[in-house]
């Protein structure tokens, strides 16, 4: 898709982008008091996606791993966006509802899976109309993207639809975070952008 934009094209459009104010974790309806720590053993945070989470390569999503989920956490969300594209709000590259609390993803783990399963866990809606993991596809010349991977911890309330949408989810979310993370991963296209090793970037919020 947007890897055949032309680099100039790409260039001139850098200075057009979402806008890291519109992600979700920094909206005061979904201030939580508490600190989840969000992790991958694939990259550190603040640093570039290796390139078979893209659609640069395999396009599968990346494995996560979180610790410190409060007590009378009800539901565990995660939400990725990237607030870089040249879009009004930001792209949405993952959406799954009911996370297991004490647990993780698997690489690959973020799969579309119909209407979910028994225990509430549902796949929601990415930008692209799909379920499932959106593989980071920035214009070529755009400049850096960074992908804020955004894990909650909600209190008790009302389930989304089958399959929802950003504006769902963050309807059912207001009101009922208790604890927020946030894992951050660059990416870009047509500039240096070494990949680093996992740990040299700072530590995960």
Request: proline share 10%; net charge negative.
């Amino acid at each position: 898709m947007l890897e055949h934009l032309p680099h100039w094209l790409g260039k001139a459009l850098s200075p057009l982008r979402a806008g890291a104010d519109k992600l979700a974790i920094v909206r005061s309806e979904l201030a939580g008091e508490d600190v989840i720590h969000l992790a991958s053993p694939a990259f550190a945070n603040g640093a570039r996606l290796p390139e078979r989470f893209t659609a640069d390569g395999a396009g599968v999503s990346p494995p996560l791993f979180w610790t410190g989920v409060p007590d009378g956490t009800s539901r565990l969300v995660l939400l990725v966006e990237d607030a870089d594209a040249p879009t009004p709000q930001p792209l949405v590259h993952a959406l799954v509802w009911g996370l297991p609390i004490d647990g993780d993803l698997k690489e690959g783990g973020i799969a579309p899976d119909g209407a979910g399963d028994a225990q509430g866990e549902d796949v929601g809606r990415n930008s692209g109309f799909a379920e499932g993991w959106l593989p980071p596809d920035p214009p070529n010349g755009h400049g850096e993207h960074n992908y804020a991977f955004q894990i909650f911890a909600l209190s008790e309330g009302p389930e989304p639809g089958d399959n929802p949408g950003r504006g769902e989810l963050l309807r059912v979310m207001e009101g009922r975070v208790i604890a927020a993370g946030l894992l951050t991963g660059t990416y870009s296209r047509g500039q240096e952008a070494p990949v680093g090793p996992v740990g040299a970037g700072a530590a995960a919020g």
